[in-house]
C-alpha cells in the first residue's frame, strides 16, 4: 500500500471578548495557622470586593495555593547563617468576566484600596475557547488536505482514504496578556470611583498543526 503523510497548520485570529485578572495574595507569618487564617481572611476580602460590584463570590477562583517556611539569612561573627522566620502562604486566584472596561477600571480601584494588597496581572482572552480550538483544528485540516491534493496532482496519483491523523490539543495559548504583575502604587491607596487603564488588546492569535496519511491510487 502507498501512502503519503502531510502536516497541515492551522491558524486563528480572534478578537478577545473576555477579561481575566489574575491575583496573587502572600505573606508571612511566624505560626502556621496564622498563614491560613491570614489567606483565608485575605481571600475573604477579594470576595467582598468583586461580590459588590456584581460579580459571584463563586467566580474567585483557586489556581494554586502553597504554604512553605520561609528564612532569612543574617551574619554572625562573620559567618553568613539562615534563621526560620516563619511561614510563608502564596494564593493564587482569578476572576473572569465580559470585556468592560468600566467594570475593570472599578475593580482595578478597588484593589488598589484592598487591605490584602494583592499583586495582580491583567490578561485578555476569548469566551468560546473550545469553539476557536475547534476552528484552529478544521483549518490546519483543511490546510493538509490542501498541500496532499497538490503533492498527489504533481506526482499524478489520486488521494484514497485516511489511514491515520496525529493530532495533539496540547499548550494552546489563547490569552494575550499586557499588563503584567502590577501592583498598585502607595498613592492609589485612597482611590475611590474607578480607576481608568489605557489598553487596547492585541487580537488572539494561534497556530496548531495535524498529520494526516492518505493511501494514494
Known amino acids: 500500500m502507498k501512502t503519503i503523510k502531510v502536516t497541515g497548520t492551522g491558524q486563528i485570529r480572534r478578537r478577545p471578548d473576555r477579561t481575566r ?8 507569618s511566624p505560626e502556621y495557622g496564622e498563614a491560613i487564617r491570614r489567606s483565608a481572611e485575605a481571600t475573604e476580602q477579594l470576595k467582598d470586593l468583586i461580590e459588590a460590584r ?10 494554586d495555593f502553597n504554604i512553605d517556611t520561609e528564612y532569612e539569612g543574617y551574619e554572625e561573627n562573620g559567618i553568613y547563617k539562615q534563621r526560620f522566620a516563619g511561614y510563608r502562604f502564596r494564593h ?5 468576566f465580559d470585556a468592560d472596561s468600566d467594570l475593570l477600571g472599578r475593580l482595578l480601584s478597588a484593589f488598589a484600596r484592598c487591605p490584602a494588597k494583592p ?43 485516511i489511514r491515520r491523523i496525529d493530532y495533539s490539543r496540547a499548550g494552546i495559548d489563547l490569552e494575550v496578556r499586557p499588563v503584567n504583575r502590577l501592583m498598585m502604587a502607595k498613592d492609589c491607596s485612597e482611590a475611590t470611583g474607578s480607576l481608568a487603564l489605557d489598553v487596547e488588546p492585541d487580537d488572539v492569535t494561534a497556530s496548531d498543526t495535524v ?7
Do not use: C, H, Y
Open 21 to 28: 485578572i489574575t491575583l496573587t495574595l502572600e505573606g508571612v
Open 54 to 63: 456584581g460579580i459571584a463570590r463563586s467566580e474567585l477562583k483557586t489556581l
Open 92 to 96: 493564587l486566584t482569578k476572576v473572569e
Open 119 to 161: 499583586e495582580f496581572r491583567i490578561s485578555f482572552t476569548v469566551k468560546d475557547p473550545e469553539a476557536a480550538k475547534t476552528a484552529l483544528l478544521g483549518n490546519a485540516v483543511a490546510d493538509a488536505k490542501a498541500k496532499a491534493e497538490a503533492l498527489a496532482k504533481a506526482a499524478g496519483v489520486r488521494l484514497g482514504a
Open 211 to 217: 498529520t494526516i496519511l492518505w493511501e494514494i491510487e
